[in-house]
């Protein structure tokens, strides 16, 4: 389901917005979906490396922690 909604923009932003569109044979709807649906892909990202970072942080790496997997690393040279 879709919905209209009014939005608030600077002519500068919007000027840009029309080339873009115009240059992507595309209405200003899509591309506003489309850029929104990336900020927002963007955002949960970030989301999931604060939670990485944070795990960590509570967390820490042990020395040799990974040394197990040392010989099972390949580096392109065999």
Not at 23 to 28: A, D, E, F, H, S
Not at 59 to 73: C, D, K, M, R
Request: charged fraction near 25%; hydrophobic fraction near 40%.
């Amino acid at each position: 389901m879709m919905k209209t909604i009014q939005m608030t923009i600077d002519d500068d932003l919007l000027e840009k917005v029309d080339r873009a569109t115009e240059q992507l044979q595309i209405n200003r709807s899509a591309f506003i979906r489309a850029a929104l649906q990336r900020a927002l892909h963007h955002h949960q990202i970030e989301q999931l490396e604060q939670q990485h970072a944070a795990g960590y942080a509570r967390v820490p790496i042990t020395s040799g922690e990974f040394n197990l997997w040392e010989a099972e690393q390949q580096w392109g040279r065999e």
